[in-house]
């Protein structure tokens, strides 16, 4: 910073733009999350850049990578704020009176599950909080999570790049779909029926080998995929009046939960359970809206059946 600079004569809101910044690495997000303009936040940037002396943020393929000095900064800039909000508004994060966008990516499964009762929790208690959802792999939702693309993820993720943060919302297992009136011939309920008949695969295409057919492997099967689509919700509208079997993660089919024209049913070999979790980047950590919507979706995970 310049020597001439002093923080009489800074203008503290600029900071708050710099933190806004750091976090979203987008001029438009940070534009919506704060409510300015596009032109404003650039112009701000610019103000910045002079102040620190430093580009801060700098434009690579599309993105703003912060800089070694930003990165430097970024997490005492945060921890600033933060107790400054504490002293000029004592009690803290209010939802009621919140306005802002946040960015979720999930999968159709995740929307599914969480995002109903999400958006009741919103409507009756924030209902000055949007929200976008976007869909993409596993892959790539880290990779949004990573770049300060969207501010939660949710999904199936084994293994975390650095400096990404995750809660555990339930663990799921997997279970079995079949039209009822299809059952006799190939019973699907035992393994060489559930061999001989033709299977629905959900997934993305640049997904590796799904869990399912990883653990056939392991025993020494495999499967006929007769149909591979990217979308839960749809795969569950295909099996009526086939003989197609559809294996997927068991709160997918609650909705399917006593209809008397389909089966659900265990499949007849051992697939691992999985962990459905959410993940964050760290820089999140110090951001009390965030924290508030971390807690509401874990709240509903729990009380999922």
């Excluded at 299809?182 to 629905?200: K, N, T, V």
């Excluded at 389909?262 to 820089?283: C, Y």
Aim: aromatic share 6%.
């Amino acid at each position: 910073m310049h020597e001439t600079n002093s923080l009489r004569g800074v203008d503290l809101n600029l900071l708050v733009v710099l933190d806004a910044l750091l976090a979203e690495q987008h001029v438009s997000r940070t534009a919506t999350r704060l409510n300015m303009s596009q032109p404003a936040v650039s112009h701000a940037l610019g103000r910045l850049r002079h102040l620190f002396d430093d580009p801060l943020l700098i434009r690579r393929g599309g993105k703003l990578i912060p800089s070694a000095k930003a990165l430097e900064i970024a997490p005492i800039l945060t921890e600033a704020l933060r107790q400054m909000q504490e002293v000029l508004e004592p009690e803290g994060f209010d939802a009621a009176r919140e306005k802002r966008t946040f960015r979720l990516a999930m999968s159709d499964y995740g929307s599914s599950v969480i995002l109903p009762g999400l958006l009741n929790v919103l409507r009756r208690d924030a209902p000055g909080i949007d929200v976008e959802i976007v869909h993409s792999s596993r892959d790539v939702m880290q990779g949004m999570v990573r770049d300060g693309e969207c501010d939660l993820a949710l999904g199936v993720f084994p293994k975390l790049p650095d400096r990404i943060e995750a809660q555990q919302l339930f663990v799921e297992h997997f279970a079995c779909l079949a039209d009822q009136a299809q059952l006799s011939g190939h019973d699907p309920r035992a393994l060489e029926g559930y061999l001989a008949r033709p299977h629905i695969l959900v997934t993305m295409k640049d997904e590796n080998i799904s869990e399912i057919d990883a653990a056939l492997a392991a025993c020494g099967h495999t499967r006929r995929i007769a149909v591979t689509l990217p979308h839960w919700a749809n795969a569950t509208r295909l099996i009526g009046g086939t003989d197609l079997i559809l294996t997927v993660a068991h709160k997918a089919l609650q909705h399917m939960d006593g209809n008397p024209a389909f089966a659900i049913f265990e499949p007849p070999f051992s697939i691992p359970s999985f962990s459905f979790v959410q993940i964050w980047h760290e820089r999140r950590n110090g951001d009390p809206g965030h924290q508030w919507l971390r807690d509401v979706v874990a709240s509903l995970a729990m009380s999922l059946k």
